[in-house]
């Protein structure tokens, strides 16, 4: 189902037959929305979110490619979070039965524009997929096109913004002891030492060779995150937290408090792709009630 959302700007919506639904801009190949089967919001979108390009949507899933972050002398996270993307007349075929699935195939290739910052032939296919347990996955295919031999390399993130009830009382497990880079330090390499990740403050890491799951115990709200990834191996935490949140535009000066981004990513390692080659990066999102207890 294909209309018009925000400022005009095209959607589609994807309804799963038990109630849960997702919604992608083609603005940005950019999920806005992921609703439980009780129509809980799952993903976070700022209150002062700005629909309007050239400016990426504030929260949901934005997509950074070619560049994440300004590791590299593109504009920051890359333009593919900036461009319209297009529904795929010639998507990837799927592996297994589609009935129970609702999904989406996209595609961005390169304008004349990009040519000129990023000179590189590649297709690149995004899949959003809302499975009958109301899980969300992204699959990302990236293909080297050229017909001159030319290879190209990227670095990639799925720039996701969770929704919590307070950011004071969420802890991420799966990331202790892992060597990070601390983007509030230069860049620096740091190795965590204490137990799950708990905020107090400003965050802005890049956790390096991290496993392919994840947690996010949302201790209010009684909802554990559970984010599978593929191809993606390091990930990505921020949270502004109030005084950077309130140099942001876009983003409310209480926004922080509700929202934490953890990002499936390849930044440490940009991945490099010889004509005719092609990455995938894989993303799954699901959301189960939890038995957490913080007094332990
Ligand atoms: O992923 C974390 C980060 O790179 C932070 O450094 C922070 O600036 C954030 O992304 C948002 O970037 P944006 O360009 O969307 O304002």
Not at 155 to 167: E, L, R
Request: net charge negative; aromatic share 10%.
């Amino acid at each position: 189902e294909i209309c018009k959302g925000v400022n005009g700007l095209d959607k589609i919506v994807l309804r799963e037959v038990r109630g849960s639904s997702a919604e992608v801009y083609l603005y940005g190949g950019h999920v806005t929305s992921w609703k439980n089967d009780l129509g809980e919001e799952l993903l976070f979108l700022s209150s002062k979110a700005i629909f309007k390009p050239p400016k990426a949507i504030r929260g949901g899933i934005p997509i950074c490619f070619p560049q994440f972050g300004n590791h590299g002398n593109l504009e920051k996270h890359g333009f593919a979070r900036n461009r319209f993307w297009s529904i795929d007349p010639d998507p990837p075929p799927f592996p297994t039965a589609t009935l129970d699935k609702a999904f989406v195939d996209l595609i961005l290739r390169p304008s004349e524009e990009d040519n000129k910052t990023w000179p590189n032939s590649y297709e690149f296919r995004l899949r959003v997929t809302l499975g009958p347990g109301g899980d969300l996955m992204l699959t990302s295919r990236i293909r080297n096109t050229s017909t001159d031999g030319k290879a190209f390399s990227f670095t990639f993130a799925y720039h996701t913004y969770f929704s919590v009830s307070d950011i004071s009382e969420v802890r991420i497990e799966g990331l202790e002891t892992l060597d990070y880079l601390d983007n509030l330090h230069e860049k620096e390499r740091f190795t965590e030492q204490g137990d799950a990740i708990t905020f107090e403050s400003e965050v802005d890491k890049v956790y390096l060779s991290t496993p392919n799951k994840i947690a996010i115990l949302d201790h209010e709200k009684k909802r554990t995150f559970v984010l599978r990834k593929e191809g993606l191996p390091d990930a990505v935490v921020w949270n502004p937290w109030d005084k950077k949140a309130k140099a942001i535009a876009d983003l409310g000066d209480d926004d922080y408090k509700h929202m934490l981004c953890v990002e499936a990513a390849a930044i440490e390692k940009p991945i490099t792709l010889k004509p005719g080659e092609e990455w995938k990066g894989r993303l799954e999102l699901s959301a189960v009630p939890s038995s957490y207890c913080s007094g332990q």
